[in-house]
C-alpha cells in the first residue's frame, strides 16, 4: 500500500524482529521509525526474521509478524530474508575470520565467566581465557572475535557519538555459539551487507552492540551502514518495553490508535483528531510530518500504560 516508486534509490532501510515473542508497541515504534525514515527518502524497506535461537522461539510469532505488519500497511519490499537459512554464508564468513587468525574457538562455560566476574557495557566481559590457548577446532566449541585495545566510535544520528574500546568494555565476543547457534552480531552484520542495508534504525537497547558491529564490518572490509537509535520506553521500574518483561502484544482492530500511540512515543506529536480516523490519513499525515530531529538523545524514556492499553510519558 504505502511501497516506494523510487527503486533505485541509495537509501535501504530494514526492520529485523526477532520471534521470541509477539510484536508489542516497543517493536511498532521501530518498524515505523525505520519505515518512515526509508520512505520520505523513496528508499527501500526490508523485512529480516532475526529466527536464530531457536529455544527461546514462541511458536507462530514469525508469521504473526508477517500478518501484524501488512495490517498496519507496514509494507516490505522484496521476500523477507529468514536468518534460519542462512548458516551456510555464516559459515563462510567465520571461516575467514578463522583463516585471518581473528576469530578462535573457545570452551569457556558460563561458569567460568561468572568466576572471572568481569562486568562490561552489555553484561559480562570476556577475560580472554581462551585467546591464546591454541585450541582445536573439536567437538562443541564456540568461537570468538579477537577484538583489539583501541577506542572506536561511531556516530548515531539521535544518541550523538558512541565510544567505546571493544577490549576493555566488551571483550572478545561470540560469533557462534557452544550450542552451535550463530551470534546476533555476526548474523546482523553479514546480512545488513549482503542486503544492501544503508542506514539503520532501531532501538537503543542495541547501542551498545553497535561498535562491535562496525568493527566487523572494518574488517571484513564491508560497508558501513549509517545508525540510528530511538529511545526505548520502560515501565515504572526502569525496565524496557520488551517481549521478556511480557509488554502487552499489538492488537489486532486497533491499528489507528496503535500507529497514533507509536508517532506520540516518538515525539511527532500527531494531532488529537487523527486518532479516531482512518489508517490512510494517519500515514499520510505522519509520511509529511515525519521529523526525527524531535527525538531527544535518551536511551531509554519511561512510560505508564493505562487499562485501555494507553501509552503516557511519565
Ligand atoms: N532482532 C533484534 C530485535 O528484535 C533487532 C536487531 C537489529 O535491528 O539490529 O531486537
Known amino acids: 500500500m504505502y511501497s516506494s516508486s523510487v ?8 526492520f529485523a524482529p526477532s520471534p521470541t515473542g509477539l510484536l508489542h508497541m516497543g517493536s511498532l515504534m521501530a518498524a515505523v521509525a525505520s519505515f518512515l525514515e526509508a520512505r520520505i527518502r523513496g528508499g527501500q524497506w526490508l523485512l529480516r526474521i532475526e529466527d536464530l535461537d531457536p529455544p527461546r522461539e514462541f511458536a507462530g510469532a514469525a508469521n504473526s509478524f508477517l500478518q501484524t505488519l501488512s495490517r498496519f500497511g507496514l509494507c516490505w519490499d522484496g521476500e523477507p530474508v529468514w536468518q534460519s537459512s542462512r548458516s551456510q554464508r555464516y559459515e563462510e564468513v567465520l571461516a575467514i575470520l578463522l583463516e585471518q587468525g581473528l576469530a578462535y574457538p573457545c570452551r569457556c562455560t558460563r561458569k567460568m565467566l561468572q568466576q572471572d566476574g568481569l562486568i562490561g557495557v552489555d553484561g559480562m566481559r570476556y577475560s580472554g581465557r581462551c585467546r591464546a590457548a591454541g585450541l582445536l577446532h573439536e567437538g562443541r566449541v564456540a568461537y570468538r572475535l579477537r577484538v583489539p585495545d583501541a577506542v572506536c566510535v561511531v556516530h548515531d544520528r539521535v544518541q550523538g557519538n558512541i565510544t567505546q574500546n571493544l577490549q576493555a568494555d566488551v571483550g572478545d565476543f561470540v560469533l557462534k555459539r557452544a ?29 551498545d552492540s553497535t561498535p562491535r558491529q562496525r568493527y566487523l564490518q572494518q574488517i571484513l572490509g564491508l560497508p558501513q551502514p549509517e545508525y540510528l537509535h530511538i529511545p526505548v520506553i520502560a515501565n515504572e521500574r526502569g525496565e524496557k518495553l520488551s517481549k521478556q518483561t511480557l509488554a502487552p502484544a499489538l492488537r489486532s482492530g486497533a491499528e489507528v490508535t496503535q500507529l497514533w500511540q507509536a508517532l506520540y512515543l516518538l515525539w511527532q506529536s500527531p494531532p488529537e483528531r487523527l486518532r479516531s480516523g482512518s489508517l ?6 505522519a509520511l509529511q510530518s515525519w521529523d526525527v530531529r524531535k527525538i531527544p538523545a535518551k536511551r531509554s524514556v519511561a512510560v505508564t500504560l493505562d487499562e485501555e492499553f494507553q501509552y503516557k510519558f511519565q
Not at 180 to 198: E, K, M, P, S
Open 280 to 285: 490512510e490519513q494517519l500515514w499520510e499525515w
Open 179 to 207: 550450542d552451535q547457534y550463530w551470534a546476533y552480531q555476526l548474523a546482523v552484520v553479514v546480512d545488513d551487507a549482503d542486503t544492501g542495508v544503508t542506514h539503520i534504525v532501531r532501538g537503543a537497547d542495541l547501542l
Open 7 to 14: 527503486s533505485e534509490s541509495r537509501y535501504v532501510g530494514r
